[in-house]
């Protein structure tokens, strides 16, 4: 069983940076995908970035095409933590967003195919 936390959200101005932090813990999440997802309300939950383990070939980030460039996911496995830098943040980003792992891999990101979810933070960026 995996448990994750995320932390860093807040209310931040548009053109802000927050950074986003995802703790594993009860196993390592050393060789899970971790990816980080949002949700907006009245919205279904969507796909932000997703990264592999640092020993697989592509481990690189992925992420949703409209927001490349200005997120950037990265993982520390010593700590078993996954972050999300989060650049000139817009009033659109506003949402939760959940840290979210899987062990089984796969070649797209998609919310039914984790395995584990966080609790979600709030991102809210204000006009």
């Known amino acids: 069983q995996v448990h994750l936390v995320e932390a860093g959200g807040g209310l931040v101005q548009t053109g802000a940076s927050l950074r986003l932090s995802c703790v594993g813990s009860?196993?390592?999440?050393?060789?899970?995908?971790m990816a980080w997802f949002r949700q907006a309300p009245g919205k279904e939950r969507e796909f932000v970035a997703g990264?592999?383990?640092?020993?697989?070939?592509?481990?690189?980030?992925t992420y949703a095409p409209s927001l490349k460039g200005r997120f950037t996911i990265s993982r520390n496995t010593a700590k078993d933590t996954t972050t999300l830098q989060m650049n000139n943040l817009k009033p659109e980003d506003t949402a939760v967003y959940y840290c979210?792992?899987?062990?089984?891999?796969?070649?797209?990101?998609?919310?039914?195919?984790?395995?584990?979810w966080g609790q979600g933070t709030q991102v809210t960026v204000s006009s």
């Open positions: 979210a792992a899987r062990s089984g891999g796969g070649n797209t990101w998609l919310t039914s195919e984790m395995d584990y």
């Open positions: 009860g196993r390592t999440i050393t060789t899970d995908d």
């Open positions: 990264i592999r383990p640092l020993k697989s070939s592509a481990s690189i980030g």
